[in-house]
């Protein structure tokens, strides 16, 4: 079956340590994207990649890096520089161009920070 | 930045009812969309709608691209318990653009 897949799906970490947030995709898409959801708030976009080896920052990029070395793959990584990382990270994928709006999601990462 | 309200941001049905939620928007959009999200799950796509007035239907769901652009709305007719969850409008500012602009959520509980 196509579709996204996000791993880990829950995971607990201690202030001060990086994680990384594994997103994979076989839909053949262009676009992927990271978002993220707190509580009672719409999705905010973290990062997106349009192409292998390109990548933009969204709205909300700051303590966050990504890498798009693969077309299926686009990994976030939560660093320790991200204040309040706590959340629901949601990594989707698209057609791009025309289609961008038309994501497709995985089943989302939910982050603790102990 | 660009803001979509939504509202209602909850709602309390009877099975059986029908639903409506919509949204607004002081900017004008290329394209919106609804999605729903299922509890613990990613959200999935519902409706996409491309042009000023159109209306769509899927089941029965029905939603309606705003004339002015700014504004869009759902309806959901004789809800049914896995109607449950939170629904979000998403709308486009331009024809392929990256970023999509996201409400809060309505988020839809039905009593059997």
């Known amino acids: 079956d196509g579709g996204i897949t996000q791993s880990p799906k829950y995971l607990f970490r201690k202030e001060g340590q990086n994680v990384t947030l594994s997103c994979e995709q076989n839909?053949?898409?262009?676009?992927m994207y990271w978002y993220r959801q707190d509580p009672g708030q719409g999705l905010r976009l973290i990062y997106y990649s349009q192409i292998v080896n390109d990548f933009q920052k969204g709205d909300i990029a700051e303590g966050y890096s990504v890498s798009r070395e693969k077309k299926e793959s686009f990994p976030l990584t939560v660093t320790s520089a991200q204040k309040n990382p706590t959340a629901f990270y949601l990594c989707?994928?698209?057609?791009?161009?025309?289609?961008?709006?038309?994501?497709?999601f995985g089943e989302g990462s939910r982050l603790t920070v102990l | 930045g660009q803001q979509l309200n939504q509202s209602p941001q909850s709602m309390f049905i009877q099975e059986g009812e029908d639903v409506s939620m919509n949204c607004t928007s002081s900017?004008?959009?290329?394209?919106w969309l609804w999605y729903k999200q299922d509890p613990g799950e990613g959200p999935v796509l519902l409706i996409a709608l491309y042009k000023a007035g159109e209306l769509t239907s899927n089941g029965r769901l029905t939603a309606q691209f705003g004339i002015t652009r700014k504004d869009s709305f759902l309806n959901i007719s004789a809800s049914i318990p896995s109607d449950v969850g939170i629904y979000f409008c998403a709308g486009q500012l331009y024809q392929g653009a990256q970023k999509l602009v996201f409400g809060q959520g309505t988020r839809l509980t039905i009593n059997p």
């Open positions: 900017s004008i959009f290329n394209t």
């Open positions: 989707a994928s698209s057609w791009g161009s025309s289609l961008a709006g038309e994501l497709f």
């Open positions: 839909l053949n898409h262009d676009a």
